[in-house]
């Protein structure tokens, strides 16, 4: 899939160097893109919601992830 922000040259150049990698440094790359996106997406909980303890932002971590409504209270 070709992103919209990218040049033509940059993209080939881009694919060009994903194709060179062995599947170990992709899936590395792939687990750190979404390490990060998870530590972007507490980042902005954290900053709608400044008066949120860890807890809560780790639980509405979990909730934006994998359930479409709020968690139970017990977890």
Known sequence: MRV????????ALQFQIQQAMTEEQRLLMALEM???ARELARAG???????W????????????AFFPAPLPAGL
């Open 4 to 11: 919209t922000d990218t040049t033509a040259q940059a993209h």
């Open 34 to 36: 979404s390490l990060f």
């Open 45 to 51: 909980i954290q900053q709608e919601h400044p008066e």
């Open 53 to 64: 303890p860890q807890d809560e932002v780790s639980r509405e971590l979990l909730r934006l």
